[in-house]
């Protein structure tokens, strides 16, 4: 115990703390969204934009050190069969810091989606041959499966604004055909098999991330409201519903990395309710502010509660 109390935060930092600026990004992209709405100056958003770019650099420094001092834990974190599909969140991050940081650095934002949506397109092929190579009980099969869906649904974001409409759909559809297939795989598993383990469980709100995306992705591409769109977003409003009676027993559960399933995923929602409201013709009432407030609060508490893991060594239990 005395040895690992003397090794460097680095040698624990787990994979899918990566997820913490995908829950940042996400607060950025509910404040700029509300700011707009509210005629408010882009004071929040534009915190959350450079607090997600600096922790994203600090986990990458942190990450690398990993790597070159402990290769043998990021292999047995890369061979791990839930922990790898957090890598994508590396590029998913690249694609959101590139939309976040578009009003400050302007076309050099576009070097940073475009990346990201490059990187995304590799891991997703690297993950989808490690699903295929590798025999796994079903029982391993967890909402986490479904990062990779996620970060392909989310490029269309940036890439349709710029005018880039190939390859909109072609990430669109690419996200679209995965999630497709893992929805199914992953609600058989939950139904059939014993319930995910604690450190799993915050995972099911992933479930909300690709609904939500989509929803904001098709809209995008359509530049409408229309049946598809109409299809997407109650599809992410009834996965919303239901997770809120599995709130209690979450609240139950002691800090895990994973906490930061629910941070994107609800801002995603966010943003999604927003936008659909918008071109309901409703004005940003009850609901935007309630849901603005709930995200905050909740990527708040749960980036205080990693702080608090990091400063007690608590990340070398997980």
């Known amino acids: 115990m005395a040895s690992d109390e003397r090794e460097p935060i680095c040698a624990h930092l787990p994979l899918p703390l990566f997820a913490a600026v995908m829950g940042i990004s996400g607060l950025g992209l509910v404040w700029h969204a509300s700011e707009a709405a509210w005629s408010l100056p882009p004071v929040v958003s534009g915190i959350a934009t450079a607090l997600a770019a600096a922790v994203f650099l600090l986990l990458l420094a942190l990450y690398a050190c990993k790597w070159a ?9 890369l061979q791990h069969p839930v922990r790898i599909n957090f890598l994508p969140a590396v590029s998913i991050n690249l694609i959101l810091l590139g939309m976040l940081a578009e009003p400050w650095i302007g076309h050099w934002a576009a070097w940073l989606w475009q990346a990201g949506a490059a990187l995304q397109l590799v891991l997703t092929i690297v993950i989808v041959n490690v699903w295929l190579e590798a025999e796994r009980p079903v029982a391993s099969i967890n909402p986490a499966w479904f990062i990779p869906a996620v970060g392909n649904v989310l490029v269309p974001l940036a890439a349709a604004p710029a005018g880039q409409e190939l390859v909109a759909w072609f990430f669109m559809s690419v996200g679209l055909f995965f999630w497709i297939i893992l929805g199914t795989m992953v609600f058989y598993r939950l139904v059939t098999k014993p319930p995910l383990e604690p450190a799993m469980q915050p995972t099911l709100a992933v479930m ?33 519903l239901v997770l ?9 559960l002691p800090f895990f990395p994973s906490w930061w399933a629910w941070t994107f995923p609800l801002a995603a929602f966010s943003v999604a309710s927003f936008r659909f409201t918008e071109l309901c013709g409703l004005a940003p009432g009850l609901i935007h502010i309630t849901l603005a407030a709930i995200t905050s609060l909740v990527i708040g508490l749960v980036a205080i509660r990693t702080v608090l893991a990091m400063i007690r060594g608590e990340l070398a239990q997980h």
């Open 208 to 240: 909300l991330a690709p609904p939500s995306v989509a929803f904001l992705a098709w809209i995008s591409i359509s530049g409408e409201l229309n049946g598809m769109g109409y299809f997407f977003y109650f599809i992410a409003l009834l996965t919303f």
């Open 69 to 77: 001092h402990y290769p043998d834990r990021v292999k047995r974190e």
């Open 244 to 252: 809120i009676p599995q709130v209690p027993r979450f609240m139950r």
